[in-house]
């Protein structure tokens, strides 16, 4: 329940604190006062958007708190899975910034707007017009139907059932789609992998071929060349390998005449095995050059195709082929294989809509077990609350899958003895409305997770025995229910155990709206003028005396 609410610098509210106490709380005031100033803050804390234009002053923030008693709401899960930290007292605050930043906490931790809203679900239902418009859709008829049959498991299995069905059909319906563009593309991926198989290519054999290019394109200017140098190498009289063999007996010689010599020697030594390595590397060399036109004609051959490919699709190396080549084979055996795929995803979804539609004549036999006794029970409230004539009825018939079943329902509404009833966005009026869904919140009370009601002049068009019956149900409700309702009628207003008179102060520049808890002197007099105006005659207050002790 709604332990306390303030609110700040929102509309024409400065400051406005209220604790409502856990049974049946009214809220009075002159229209224009502020009550629907008051709902719209509250509003904000279950996740409405919110308006710059809101504030009362435009450079500082808004600031709205609710704490709620959730000890017995069995909510833990939710903090759990929205990783927000659990206590029995849940402090919700909703802050508006000058720029229009709007920002929303839970128990002083950060929280998405659409958390908020699922959240503000268990902790409060609102009765607006908006309602009344709502009661003609047929979801939310469906949703009273489910909470008074009591149909969750089966909705719970159905919805899990449905969202496997879209889940497959989703992905049998891309994948047939994709088919289709991968089929008309079949054979030019085919033409394509074909051109790349047939080359075989291999790693690396780019660099290898154009080396090899190169040493064929020149072999004859590389034999002439090695040639000469090994004869300057190894010619047996000035070659110079003979020479610089003279000269390495020459530095021995040196090295026996002084022992600081023998480090050229080694040097010397050492340089003249490197040279003898060349030349015997250059012999080999020599050896596997060969002049071979075929074969460099191949080399280029091979090096054509495998530019013309890299040209042709973009690239600029083997490697980079043959990624495309592995990509190309997989597109090609996919296709090869979608048939199968699209069989095995088809029957997947047909089995899943088999599932679902089982579970969819699960639920909907549910439902209508309920059909009766619901229209039965609402009907017999509206009648204590001056309709005697009332019917109701529940039509009911089956349609494609959606994701809240395979029923399609209406209720049904007649308000005159002798006429046929008929959809309710058809026939009620403004008043009817307001006793209809009123007669629903008071069946679902107990069949609905709605700890505090709050009923914005949920009175509207009823007065007298009327009026008082409706507020002994509300006083039914409050015995589990916390019941905030704004009236505008005595006899209702005078049942509260609490009651609240918001009014306009103009004793500053700029209208105020506020809000007191009336003592209970105040609260006769305050009921006195609901009865006969402004200046309550003696009578008047009498009568609303008598109001408050009956």
Known sequence: MLKSLSISNYALIRELQMKPCSGLNMITGETGAGKSIMLGAVGLLLGNRADTKALFEENNKCVVEGSFDIQSYGIEDFFKNEDLDFDQECIIRREISPSGKSRAFVNDTPVRLETLKELGKTLMDIHSQHDNLQLGDGAYQLALVDAFSNSKNELTAYQESYKTWKKSKKAYEQLREQSLEMKKEADFNKFQLEELSVLQLQTGEQEILESDQEVLENAEEIKAKIQEILNQLQNEEFGALRMLAIANQGIGQLGRLAHKFESFQERFQSMLIELKDIAAELEDEDSMVEVDFEKLEAVRDRLNKIFHLQQKHGVDSVEALLVLEQELSEKVL??????????????????????????????????????????????????????????????????????DGMDQIDILFSANKGVKAQALKQVASGGEFSRLIFAIKYIMADKMALPTLIFDEIDTGVSGEVALQMVRMMQDIAKKHQVICISHLPQVAAKGELHY????????????????????????NEIAKMIAGASPSQSAVESAKELLTN
């Open 501 to 524: 008179f918001v009014f306009k102060d103009n004793s500053t520049e700029k209208t105020i709206s506020k809000v007191r808890l009336l003592s209970p002197e105040e609260r006769v």
């Open 334 to 403: 996919k296709v090869e294989n979608l048939d199968e795929e699209l069989e095995k995803l088809e029957r997947q979804t047909l089995e899943s809509e088999k599932s679902l539609k089982e579970k969819g004549l699960v639920l909907s036999k549910k439902r209508k077990t309920s059909f009766e006794p619901f229209a039965t029970e609402l009907a017999k409230l509206l009648q204590q609350l001056g309709m005697e004539n009332a019917s109701v009825e529940i039509s009911s018939q089956l349609t494609t899958p959606g994701r």
